[in-house]
């Protein structure tokens, strides 16, 4: 904490340091009155870092000797009201009449507690500010930004993360109660345009990493539930920055039975991609419009309509790369580098499109029903002719030879090409109709969903690779590619779902309660049956130390989309059944005061026990699956987690987890023997054994998503003397996971990805306050409620964190693994006004 706080005192002194400091005053003078233009007597009004002001005449009237040409700030204070900060920058013996509105917290208060309540007693939920999105520094910026400081990361690229030992597949996504896919084909975190969670036109956050309700759908992670916002009168915002540009506005109709919410983003990545070890032309470019609009049609019926609209294309035209290893090779201890030159280049693109009507009905006061119809589509298209031709060795790091920084001692040269043509689009229709009854101490929700699935994906890709003039895999008498993965798959999928659950609240303010439900899946591409029941209890055993224990078990079965049925070879299994897990979650939830301020700490042990699993390996972003039913495995940790204020109205938080997650992969083995020449070889079948040999089971094996620690903090802090200064910083920290070299039995977990570990840190100083109404009409930003300006560091430690390996074998045939790097320090600056 020392440190942030020298960093953003250094900031504010360069920002205040253009302004000339005089000892000369203004006067500023005005009125105080409530939300019903009532006068306000006895309010407090200070100069922000003084402890002396004014009060307020019974008339709500003041009058404040104010320092002149100086940025200061007045503060507005009263008990049961919002305390209001007004900027000001006066000349000398100039004269500002202002009109300040306090509002009531009251309610605020209130809706606060019914929020905290909730999220106390159901399982797994976390809810966050969805403001906080917009304020945290990450190079991918987002709600999902947010939810990794609890699930973990090891890619600051994408927007996806792993949950309690989940890959990304595993995850559910929802807005407004329409679920949200993403692009199948991305392979590298670079290639991945912007999130559909638009953040500045998130109302609602609610993110549940474990032990979820059966309302929600067959997946076996994480469901990230949002809801957008509903206007209640004209605001919006623009945004400028090095990385992203954005645009949205709300309102309402007079009558207000009418309202709108559209959002348009773009984002390019270049100033990211071009500080990667891979140089060249990187034009990489996302762009989106959202648009959700909600009629009244009377007291009983609302219509709602939300539209998406995305486009994401990425170029890359490669020159050159740089690669360098400091792990200990067989041969010698030495730094090892790879040089590669690049031609040709790799163009894709990845629409997306998202149509979703609903219609609800208030029946009465306990019976609410909603309608629900929505197509998804998303077009992909990966077009890539890169040749490469690479020297690797011993790299030089003497600057007092000649050689410095090149390879001095060669032990490998070859040429490879990457070619592709690949296309996936895949459309989506969904039907479904959801219920609520509410009777006092009986929640009981259902709902029923048919989808139909049309999938048609054109594989075409192939790798050549030469090493020291001798094609891959060599043959004396014919040339033969290093791998080759052609298949065309067109499918019909037809999918029904379903669920009903009750939620129960037992005692006096609901110290007990239960959530019992069953979902039933049937999927029409394998003919599968499943069903999944689901309970959760709480209880608060003493309101007065305000513990509350929970508990949750159950069924959580995922059927194939279409990734997990496609092989490495690229041929398609349409017999691949889903996969299933049963979950048990035991958690409690405490409140207390920390440094006498409100404060909250979460606590969660879980276990999943995984079967019919189908295996795959994680290659940065890009899941690879087997295409098969041929693993169990297992899951199990502790999370812990704390909320608290370090700074007064300025939230923060810290979590911490411990995992462990294996897997089982059925008959997998390999065999060892010698050949006559006395050489020791290894065969992964048993049709390859051409003497005595042995065989060796693999067993329990670390899943690619295995990370024992995982640590993540957001602090939020603030310049005593104004609040218009802050700061705010993310940390993430995760320990090693394995890298699987594909296709190789024997050498599963045979490589480790070292600890992750990033730490982002933004700062920020109000330009413009709010309190537009007080401006004069000659002003320029009189349209406009605040202005602010952000100066964001990425990757403050400058730390090499690494994402997958590159393997490339020597003259000899020995196998090294370089390790390719994500982004190194960078800097970001952008403008936020709303008006």
């Given at each position: 904490?020392?440190?942030?706080?020298i960093?953003?005192?250094?900031?504010?002194m360069?920002?205040?340091?253009v302004?000339?400091?005089?000892?000369?005053?203004?006067v500023v003078?005005g009125?105080?009155?409530?939300?019903?233009?009532?006068?306000?007597?006895?309010?407090?009004?200070?100069?922000l870092?003084r402890?002396s002001?004014?009060l307020?005449?019974?008339?709500?009237?003041?009058?404040?000797k104010?320092?002149?040409?100086?940025?200061?700030?007045?503060t507005?204070?009263?008990t049961g009201?919002?305390?209001?900060q007004?900027?000001?920058?006066?000349?000398?013996?100039?004269?500002?009449?202002?009109?300040?509105?306090?509002e009531?917290n009251?309610?605020?208060?209130?809706?606060?507690?019914?929020?905290?309540?909730?999220?106390r007693?159901?399982?797994?939920?976390?809810r966050?500010?969805p403001?906080?999105?917009l304020?945290?520094p990450?190079?991918?910026?987002?709600?999902?930004?947010?939810i990794k400081?609890?699930?973990?990361s090891?890619?600051?690229?994408?927007s996806?993360?792993?949950?309690?030992?989940?890959?990304?597949?595993e995850?559910l996504?929802?807005?407004?109660d329409?679920?949200?896919?993403?692009?199948?084909l991305?392979?590298s975190?670079?290639?991945?345009?912007?999130?559909?969670?638009n953040?500045e036109?998130?109302?609602?956050?609610?993110?549940?990493?474990?032990?979820f309700?059966?309302?929600?759908?067959?997946k076996?992670?994480?469901?990230?539930?949002?809801?957008?916002?509903?206007?209640k009168?004209?605001?919006?915002?623009a945004?400028?920055?090095l990385?992203e540009?954005?645009?949205?506005?709300?309102?309402?109709?007079?009558?207000k039975?009418?309202s709108y919410?559209?959002?348009?983003?773009?984002?390019?990545?270049?100033n990211?991609l071009?500080?990667?070890?891979?140089?060249?032309?990187?034009?990489?470019?996302?762009?989106?419009?959202?648009?959700?609009?909600?009629?009244?049609v009377?007291?009983?019926?609302?219509?709602?309509?939300?539209?998406n609209?995305?486009?994401t294309?990425?170029?890359?035209?490669?020159?050159?790369?740089?690669?360098?290893s400091?792990?200990?090779?067989?041969?010698?201890?030495t730094?090892?580098?790879?040089?590669?030159?690049f031609?040709?280049n790799?163009?894709?693109?990845?629409?997306?499109?998202?149509?979703?009507?609903?219609?609800?009905?208030?029946?009465?006061k306990?019976?609410k029903?909603?309608?629900?119809?929505?197509?998804?589509?998303?077009?992909?298209?990966?077009?890539?002719?890169?040749?490469?031709a690479?020297?690797?060795?011993?790299?030089s790091f003497?600057?007092?030879?000649?050689g410095?920084?090149?390879?001095?001692?060669?032990?490998?040269?070859?040429?490879?090409?990457?070619?592709?043509?690949?296309?996936?689009?895949?459309e989506n229709?969904?039907i479904?109709?959801?219920?609520?009854?509410?009777?006092k101490?009986?929640?009981?929700?259902?709902?029923?969903?048919?989808?139909?699935?049309?999938?048609a994906?054109?594989?075409n890709?192939w790798e050549?690779?030469?090493?020291a003039?001798y094609?891959?895999?060599?043959?004396?008498?014919?040339l033969q590619?290093?791998?080759?993965?052609?298949?065309?798959?067109?499918?019909?999928?037809?999918?029904l779902?379903?669920?009903?659950?009750?939620?129960i609240s037992?005692g006096s303010?609901s110290?007990?309660?239960?959530?019992?439900?069953?979902?039933?899946?049937?999927?029409?591409?394998?003919?599968?049956?499943?069903?999944?029941?689901?309970?959760?209890?709480?209880?608060m055993?003493?309101?007065?130390?305000?513990?509350?224990?929970?508990?949750?078990?159950?069924?959580?079965?995922?059927?194939?989309?279409?990734r997990?049925l496609r092989?490495?070879?690229?041929?398609?299994?349409?017999?691949?059944?889903?996969?299933?897990s049963?979950?048990?979650?035991?958690?409690?939830?405490?409140n207390?005061?920390?440094?006498?301020r409100?404060?909250?700490?979460?606590?969660?042990?879980?276990?999943k026990?995984?079967?019919?699993?189908?295996?795959?390996?994680?290659?940065?972003?890009?899941?690879?699956y087997?295409?098969?039913?041929?693993?169990?495995?297992?899951?199990?940790?502790?999370?812990?987690?704390?909320?608290?204020?370090?700074?007064?109205?300025?939230?923060?938080?810290?979590s911490?987890g411990?995992?462990?997650?294996?897997?089982?992969?059925?008959?997998?083995?390999y065999?060892?023997?010698?050949?006559?020449?006395g050489?020791?070889i290894?065969?992964q079948?048993e049709d390859?054994v051409v003497?005595d040999s042995?065989?060796?089971?693999?067993?329990?094996?670390?899943r690619?998503?295995?990370r024992?620690?995982?640590?993540?903090?957001?602090?939020?802090?603030?310049?005593?003397?104004?609040?218009?200064?802050?700061?705010?910083?993310?940390?993430?920290y995760?320990?090693?996971?394995p890298?699987?070299?594909p296709?190789s039995?024997?050498y599963r977990?045979?490589?480790?990805?070292?600890?992750?570990?990033?730490?982002?840190?933004g700062?920020?100083?109000?330009?413009?306050?709010?309190?537009?109404?007080?401006r004069?009409?000659?002003h320029?930003?009189?349209?406009?409620?605040?202005?602010?300006?952000?100066?964001?560091?990425f990757n403050?430690?400058?730390?090499?964190?690494?994402i997958?390996?590159?393997?490339?074998?020597?003259?000899s045939n020995t196998?090294?693994?370089?390790?390719n790097?994500?982004t190194?320090?960078?800097f970001?600056?952008?403008?936020l006004?709303?008006?």
């Amino acid at each position: 904490m020392p440190a942030t706080r020298i960093l953003l005192v250094a900031f504010c002194m360069l920002v205040s340091s253009v302004l000339p400091a005089q000892q000369r005053t203004a006067v500023v003078s005005g009125k105080v009155v409530d939300a019903e233009e009532r006068p306000l007597a006895m309010v407090t009004v200070t100069v922000l870092g003084r402890q002396s002001g004014v009060l307020t005449s019974d008339s709500g009237s003041f009058s404040i000797k104010v320092p002149a040409a100086k940025a200061i700030a007045l503060t507005f204070s009263f008990t049961g009201f919002h305390t209001v900060q007004r900027s000001f920058y006066l000349t000398e013996n100039e004269q500002e009449k202002i009109v300040v509105r306090l509002e009531s917290n009251s309610k605020v208060l209130q809706e606060v507690i019914v929020k905290d309540e909730r999220e106390r007693t159901e399982t797994g939920l976390i809810r966050l500010n969805p403001k906080h999105a917009l304020t945290i520094p990450s190079a991918t910026g987002g709600v999902e930004s947010l939810i990794k400081i609890f699930a973990g990361s090891n890619n600051e690229l994408t927007s996806q993360y792993t949950v309690r030992g989940g890959n990304y597949d595993e995850n559910l996504v929802y807005v407004n109660d329409f679920e949200i896919f993403r692009p199948y084909l991305v392979r590298s975190g670079q290639q991945e345009g912007l999130s559909f969670i638009n953040p500045e036109l998130t109302g609602g956050l609610s993110f549940y990493n474990g032990g979820f309700q059966a309302k929600y759908g067959d997946k076996m992670s994480s469901v990230l539930d949002i809801q957008y916002k509903k206007p209640k009168s004209f605001a919006g915002s623009a945004y400028i920055g090095l990385l992203e540009q954005g645009f949205y506005a709300e309102g309402v109709s007079k009558n207000k039975k009418f309202s709108y919410l559209a959002g348009v983003r773009n984002r390019s990545n270049r100033n990211l991609l071009s500080a990667q070890e891979t140089k060249g032309n990187y034009i990489p470019s996302s762009s989106d419009i959202q648009a959700l609009f909600t009629y009244q049609v009377n007291s009983k019926w609302q219509l709602e309509l939300l539209g998406n609209l995305s486009a994401t294309k990425f170029t890359l035209i490669p020159e050159e790369a740089k690669l360098t290893s400091s792990v200990l090779s067989p041969l010698f201890s030495t730094n090892l580098g790879l040089d590669i030159y690049f031609e040709g280049n790799e163009q894709d693109r990845y629409q997306t499109h998202m149509l979703g009507l609903s219609a609800v009905q208030q029946v009465n006061k306990k019976l609410k029903l909603k309608w629900m119809l929505s197509r998804f589509e998303n077009k992909e298209q990966e077009a890539c002719d890169i040749t490469g031709a690479y020297l690797f060795g011993e790299r030089s790091f003497d600057k007092s030879q000649p050689g410095f920084g090149s390879i001095i001692n060669p032990l490998g040269a070859g040429v490879f090409i990457n070619h592709a043509r690949n296309t996936l689009a895949i459309e989506n229709w969904n039907i479904s109709h959801k219920g609520e009854w509410n009777n006092k101490k009986h929640f009981v929700q259902w709902g029923i969903s048919a989808e139909k699935t049309l999938i048609a994906d054109r594989l075409n890709e192939w790798e050549a690779q030469d090493s020291a003039g001798y094609n891959l895999p060599y043959h004396a008498d014919r040339l033969q590619l290093y791998s080759v993965r052609k298949s065309t798959t067109d499918l019909d999928v037809s999918k029904l779902s379903g669920y009903l659950q009750d939620n129960i609240s037992f005692g006096s303010a609901s110290h007990i309660t239960v959530q019992g439900g069953i979902r039933f899946n049937y999927n029409g591409l394998n003919n599968e049956f499943l069903l999944s029941p689901r309970l959760q209890m709480s209880w608060m055993p003493d309101t007065d130390k305000d513990w509350v224990l929970k508990l949750a078990a159950g069924a959580y079965n995922q059927p194939p989309f279409y990734r997990e049925l496609r092989r490495y070879d690229g041929s398609v299994n349409t017999a691949v059944k889903a996969q299933r897990s049963w979950q048990v979650v035991a958690g409690a939830d405490h409140n207390f005061q920390l440094w006498e301020r409100p404060s909250r700490i979460t606590i969660e042990a879980y276990y999943k026990h995984l079967t019919h699993v189908d295996p795959y390996d994680i290659d940065n972003v890009r899941i690879r699956y087997f295409g098969d039913n041929s693993a169990k495995a297992y899951a199990t940790g502790i999370e812990m987690r704390l909320f608290s204020e370090l700074v007064k109205d300025a939230e923060s938080w810290v979590s911490v987890g411990l995992m462990r997650t294996m897997e089982k992969i059925n008959d997998f083995h390999y065999y060892r023997y010698k050949n006559a020449g006395g050489e020791l070889i290894t065969a992964q079948t048993e049709d390859q054994v051409v003497a005595d040999s042995t065989r060796f089971d693999k067993g329990w094996m670390r899943r690619p998503t295995d990370r024992l620690l995982t640590f993540g903090m957001f602090f939020q802090d603030y310049l005593s003397t104004n609040k218009n200064f802050k700061v705010h910083l993310n940390m993430i920290y995760g320990s090693s996971m394995p890298y699987n070299i594909p296709g190789s039995v024997r050498y599963r977990n045979g490589l480790i990805i070292d600890p992750y570990m990033r730490v982002d840190i933004g700062f920020s100083a109000l330009l413009l306050s709010s309190g537009r109404s007080s401006r004069r009409s000659h002003h320029p930003f009189r349209k406009f409620d605040n202005i602010w300006a952000s100066l964001e560091v990425f990757n403050l430690l400058d730390r090499d964190n690494t994402i997958s390996y590159l393997l490339i074998k020597d003259f000899s045939n020995t196998v090294y693994a370089i390790p390719n790097r994500l982004t190194p320090r960078l800097f970001n600056f952008k403008i936020l006004a709303r008006f």
